[in-house]
């Protein structure tokens, strides 16, 4: 009995597989974060060199997820699932054993590469295992928690495993994690097959976007050295983006695309992958900034920041995990979403009043409870919008454009804020104000930058985002229809909001 098919715990088993896949995906996202001084220290890197550490990865990273869910719909998404843990676990291997900085950059690019493969298929996955709207609800909020939480708890796992043995740790952990993850997924998670690779095998137009997205992420994480105005920034920026405008005009063209363009022409699928960029700017801002007025501001260490951020993470577990499927189902995705980005907003308005003397329960708690409690409920919400109305031959696809949009959104946003930030605490310096309060003041535009750009993410669901009923089918120019065994019931929620 398939384990989609079958009434019994199997799927739900298959999903804890996946999701801890992607935890560990997540996890080392931020978990290097906390221990990039101590590597320094051991391997003698420089602080520009240090950087490649984080850059490696995020290169590959963002650079392969939209190509790997691709891939995925093409061979099998299963496949590539465990093609990219098995990647991903010997990578960190070489990671944990590493001896010289080069071989440690290296092996985070390979880590990066697998990562990718990994994590752009699961949620394609999840929807085609839960067909039922409200077991989907359910496990996209498993997921949801999963994706947005894991980064918190990262930091927390980083700084205890740092702080209580060495940095090799936070690579070793991967070992006995991916092997058994790999094992049960054999196991649990069946194995369905794919398009074949006819229906899109177009090397060049691959060669084209992985190049483009590849070279767009090195160009944003350059920019807070170079500056957005630098000779580098805009000639490299430029090819990066020519790269990717001739990957779609091919894909407009060729008889076997690689990315069938019809996907991006439904509202809800373009809708809410621009509302998730938008939103994780603020996100990703104010986790990174946070940390960082934390560390530098408040004198707290590595394990501390990780502690200090463990409430949001256990408010966004319960909205996640028991809240927001349920309120979906009653009132519909968008209708969840609208209230909760507003919420996210308030939050970071308040994070931007933190004074340079703030204490924890005071300055701190508030406000992260809040963006704790809007994670938990807009991104399930968002994941479930962006999904609805993908063919299963495209659900990869479309679960890999989820991950990029997160990836190079917090990437650009994460740019454009720290470069900011940065402004307006020189220029503060330079008035002659003191250093934690210019520090302070240069934080403080960081929050309210995203919180506006949350606020801008708010206009584009109100006026893009559809009921899931009612947006176009992405897959309107299909000449046939897809095989019954593969239709998803239309969710209980289309006639609500």
Not at 153 to 169: C, E, R, S, V, Y
Not at 346 to 351: D, H, I, K, R, Y
Not at 402 to 431: D, K, P
Request: charged share 10%.
């Amino acid at each position: 009995m398939s384990t989609t098919e079958s009434p019994g715990p199997n799927r739900w088993l298959a999903l804890y597989v996946l999701c801890a896949g992607m935890l560990m995906i997540v996890l080392d996202a931020t978990i290097v974060n906390v221990a990039l001084p101590s590597i320094q220290a051991d391997l003698g890197f420089s602080q520009s060199g240090l950087a490649w550490v984080v850059n490696a990865y995020l290169i590959a990273f963002g650079g392969l997820l939209l190509l790997s869910g691709r891939v995925g719909d093409l061979v099998g998404q299963r496949r590539v699932f465990l093609i990219g843990l098995a990647i991903f676990t010997v990578a960190s291997l070489l990671c944990a054993v590493a001896q010289t900085q080069a071989m440690l950059v290296a092996a985070r690019f390979v880590q990066g590469v697998g990562g990718a493969l990994t994590s752009a298929v699961i949620l394609g996955m999840i929807v085609t295992m839960f067909p039922d709207p409200r077991e989907q609800a359910k496990a996209i909020g498993v997921y949801g928690f999963v994706a947005s939480a894991g980064g918190s708890i990262g930091l927390l796992a980083g700084g205890a495993l740092t702080q209580a043995i060495n940095w090799h740790w936070i690579f070793f952990i991967n070992l006995p994690v991916g092997a058994i993850t790999a094992l049960l997924a054999v196991r649990l998670v069946e194995g369905r097959p794919g398009i074949g690779l006819k229906a899109g095998a177009d090397l060049p137009g691959a060669v084209l976007l992985t190049a483009g997205l590849m070279l767009g992420v090195y160009t944003i994480l350059g920019v807070e050295r170079e500056g957005w105005t630098s000779t580098r920034t805009l000639v490299l920026g430029a090819i990066a983006v020519a790269l990717v405008v001739a990957f779609v005009v091919r894909q407009a063209r060729v008889a076997n695309p690689l990315m069938p363009l019809r996907l991006f022409r439904s509202r809800n699928v373009a809708g809410a992958n621009a509302v998730q960029a938008l939103l994780v700017v603020g996100m990703f801002g104010m986790f990174f900034l946070g940390a960082l007025y934390l560390q530098r501001i408040l004198g707290y260490d590595a394990l501390e920041v990780g502690l200090a951020f463990l409430p949001a993470t256990i408010v966004m577990g319960v909205m996640s995990l028991r809240i927001s499927g349920p309120l979906s189902m009653k009132y519909g995705p968008k209708a969840m979403l609208i209230p909760s980005l507003a919420v996210l907003a308030a939050g970071m308005l308040l994070f931007a009043r933190t004074p340079v003397d703030g204490t924890y329960v005071t300055d701190i708690l508030p406000p992260i409870l809040l963006i704790g409690l809007a994670a938990g409920l807009a991104f399930p919400a968002l994941m479930m919008l962006a999904m609805s109305g993908v063919a299963p031959e495209d659900s990869g696809l479309a679960s890999g454009l989820v991950n990029t949009s997160v990836q190079v959104g917090g990437a650009i946003g994460l740019a454009v804020l720290a470069t900011l930030a940065s402004e307006r605490t020189g220029a503060l310096q330079a008035a002659g104000e003191p250093a934690a309060s210019a520090l302070n003041a240069g934080f403080h535009v960081a929050y309210v930058i995203g919180a506006m750009l949350v606020a801008v993410a708010a206009v584009v669901a109100v006026s893009v985002l559809r009921s899931p009923n009612a947006a176009p089918a992405a897959t309107a120019e299909k000449p046939e229809p897809s095989p019954a065994r593969h239709r998803r019931p239309e969710p209980a929620w289309s006639e609500a909001a």
